[in-house]
């Protein structure tokens, strides 16, 4: 049966009911306080809605704003910048020409485990000491890790960590007394990085902090490898943002290693008295001159300046070599120029070229190869199928070789055509064009892309 008006009233009288919204409870007085942070969230929200929907009744033909409509969710995340502005810097990977040298990378991977072991003490409210740290680090690498590498982490990233001489600790039976000073380790966080009032080292952070440890060794040894130029004769400009690869008389591996920062110390007075008490406990065990040199490093080790690293003397660049005396300067000069051009075209060369010159020295040899195939076959027309990777003596996959097909007939149209019929594609050749003159022009079309 057909509703009656009477049904159609009292849906739409229930259909308001819904519409409205109740009013949340009191927050109860024994509630935890993550229950009570929730509780006044959806208060929060339930009075922004009521304040939307008045709104879109005092104005029916307005609009709502995007700032209105996101209101809601920007509650529980605290007015947070969008995702794309604050993991911008996740999809800036780095040239993979630019490599690091080993020891660069071995610090990589401790700031890596540092960054792990200490994340997940800051998120559980713990304190972040060196000994903790030193354990974990050392149980997920199996290497020494000793406080000059935290010197060194501080160094090419001042920004990851703020870093304390702090006692009362509880130690938990490690052998350190809870009187002495401990070095601590504080990830440096932003604001909007927080749950519940609280700072959080998050996973997307971590990568973050990763990615931007890893730049500044780039960083590191871009400066160096700015230095090795200048130092060329004639010396050599490239700019940082088109760099792709080093040098190749450039040597990575030789990059000295990083000085580590100052790491903070005790007070003077708690170095001192510790001292003390080891040159006191071992007076009657040593011999006079070994209790001496005891006192001396006590009093070294009193004094703020002790212990700092000394600055290596930069190497003095190499004289140029004399063997080519008699030969004109004006040649000398033209050929070290040429030299440098090709260089600074290799240094600066896109993966993407690199890949294509690399395709494009392989042609003249597959030009060969691929008209034998369509001899062979006896037909005017091939599909891709048939040239597959077990025709060819070269070791290319059949998505590969389709790249190095098409590539063909970019740079010959009139020898080689691809034509798609339906679900098929089809491969066309000129057998009638002589082999020569395709291999000639192939490898003009290598020369001067290697030339630009």
Same mark, same amino acid.
């Given at each position: 049966? %057909?509703?009656?008006?009477?049904?159609?009233?009292?849906?739409?009288?229930?259909?308001?009911? %819904?519409?409205?919204?109740?009013?949340?409870?009191?927050?109860?007085? *024994?509630?935890?306080?993550?229950?009570?942070?929730?509780l006044e969230q959806m208060q929060q929200l339930e009075l922004r809605i009521r304040e939307k929907k008045a709104g879109s009744r005092a104005t029916p033909g307005a609009q709502p704003s995007r700032d209105t409509e996101a209101a809601a969710p920007a509650v529980e995340t605290g007015q947070r910048a969008p995702a794309y502005q604050r993991f911008h810097t996740l999809a800036q990977d780095l040239p993979p020409?630019?490599?690091?040298? &080993?020891?660069?990378?071995?610090?990589?991977?401790?700031?890596?485990?540092?960054?792990?072991?200490?994340?997940?003490?800051?998120? #559980?409210?713990?304190?972040?000491?060196?000994?903790?740290?030193?354990? *974990?680090? +050392?149980?997920?690498m199996r290497k020494q890790f000793e406080e000059r590498h935290v010197g060194?982490?501080?160094?090419?990233?001042? /920004?990851?960590?703020?870093?304390? +001489?702090?006692?009362?600790?509880?130690?938990?039976?490690? *052998?350190?007394?809870?009187?002495? &000073? +401990?070095?601590?380790?504080?990830?440096?966080? *932003?604001e909007e990085e927080k749950v519940n009032g609280r700072p959080h080292l998050s996973a997307s952070r971590l990568l973050e902090r990763r990615k931007e440890f890893n730049r500044n060794l780039v960083n590191i040894v871009k400066q160096h490898h700015e230095a090795f130029l200048a130092s060329l004769?004639?010396?050599?400009?490239?700019?940082?943002?088109?760099?792709?690869?080093?040098?190749?008389?450039?040597?990575?591996?030789?990059?000295?290693?990083?000085?580590p920062a100052e790491l903070p110390r005790p007070p003077q007075e708690d170095r001192l008295s510790t001292a003390q008490e080891v040159l006191s406990t071992a007076r009657g065990m040593l011999t006079p001159k070994?209790?001496? /040199?005891?006192?001396?490093?006590?009093?070294?080790?009193?004094?703020?300046?002790?212990?700092?690293?000394?600055?290596?003397?930069?190497?003095?660049?190499?004289?140029?070599s004399s063997a080519l005396k008699g030969v004109s300067q004006a040649l000398l000069d033209r050929i070290r120029a040429k030299e440098v051009q090709k260089l600074q075209a290799l240094m600066t060369r896109d993966p993407r070229q690199e890949e294509r010159l690399a395709m494009l020295g392989r042609l003249p040899a597959m030009a060969r190869i691929l008209r034998n195939v369509f001899v062979a076959e006896k037909k005017q027309a091939l599909t891709m199928e048939v040239a597959s990777p077990g025709r060819w003596?070269?070791?290319?996959?059949?998505? @590969?070789?389709?790249?190095?097909?098409?590539?063909?007939? @970019?740079? %010959?149209?009139?020898?080689?055509?691809?034509?798609?019929?339906?679900?098929?594609? &089809?491969?066309?050749?000129?057998?009638?064009?002589?082999?020569?003159?395709?291999?000639? #022009?192939?490898?003009?079309? /290598?020369?001067?892309? @290697?030339?630009?």
């Amino acid at each position: 049966p %057909l509703p009656t008006q009477e049904d159609l009233a009292g849906l739409r009288c229930r259909l308001r009911r %819904l519409k409205e919204l109740a009013p949340l409870p009191p927050v109860p007085a *024994g509630a935890s306080i993550h229950l009570r942070n929730r509780l006044e969230q959806m208060q929060q929200l339930e009075l922004r809605i009521r304040e939307k929907k008045a709104g879109s009744r005092a104005t029916p033909g307005a609009q709502p704003s995007r700032d209105t409509e996101a209101a809601a969710p920007a509650v529980e995340t605290g007015q947070r910048a969008p995702a794309y502005q604050r993991f911008h810097t996740l999809a800036q990977d780095l040239p993979p020409g630019l490599t690091l040298p &080993y020891k660069f990378k071995v610090l990589a991977e401790m700031f890596r485990s540092v960054d792990t072991v200490a994340g997940m003490l800051f998120n #559980r409210a713990e304190t972040v000491t060196f000994a903790k740290v030193k354990r *974990g680090v +050392q149980d997920m690498m199996r290497k020494q890790f000793e406080e000059r590498h935290v010197g060194q982490i501080k160094t090419v990233y001042p /920004a990851s960590y703020r870093l304390r +001489q702090e006692k009362n600790i509880p130690t938990f039976g490690s *052998g350190v007394k809870k009187s002495d &000073y +401990q070095l601590t380790l504080e990830p440096v966080l *932003g604001e909007e990085e927080k749950v519940n009032g609280r700072p959080h080292l998050s996973a997307s952070r971590l990568l973050e902090r990763r990615k931007e440890f890893n730049r500044n060794l780039v960083n590191i040894v871009k400066q160096h490898h700015e230095a090795f130029l200048a130092s060329l004769s004639p010396p050599m400009v490239v700019p940082e943002e088109k760099l792709m690869r080093w040098h190749p008389r450039f040597k990575v591996d030789e990059v000295p290693d990083i000085r580590p920062a100052e790491l903070p110390r005790p007070p003077q007075e708690d170095r001192l008295s510790t001292a003390q008490e080891v040159l006191s406990t071992a007076r009657g065990m040593l011999t006079p001159k070994m209790e001496k /040199a005891l006192a001396n490093l006590a009093l070294r080790t009193a004094e703020p300046g002790a212990g700092e690293p000394v600055a290596s003397k930069a190497p003095s660049p190499a004289s140029t070599s004399s063997a080519l005396k008699g030969v004109s300067q004006a040649l000398l000069d033209r050929i070290r120029a040429k030299e440098v051009q090709k260089l600074q075209a290799l240094m600066t060369r896109d993966p993407r070229q690199e890949e294509r010159l690399a395709m494009l020295g392989r042609l003249p040899a597959m030009a060969r190869i691929l008209r034998n195939v369509f001899v062979a076959e006896k037909k005017q027309a091939l599909t891709m199928e048939v040239a597959s990777p077990g025709r060819w003596p070269l070791l290319l996959f059949t998505g @590969e070789m389709e790249k190095h097909l098409r590539l063909f007939a @970019e740079l %010959l149209p009139d020898w080689v055509g691809i034509h798609a019929i339906r679900t098929d594609t &089809y491969l066309k050749l000129d057998k009638g064009k002589d082999l020569g003159l395709v291999t000639e #022009r192939l490898t003009k079309a /290598a020369k001067e892309a @290697e030339a630009l």
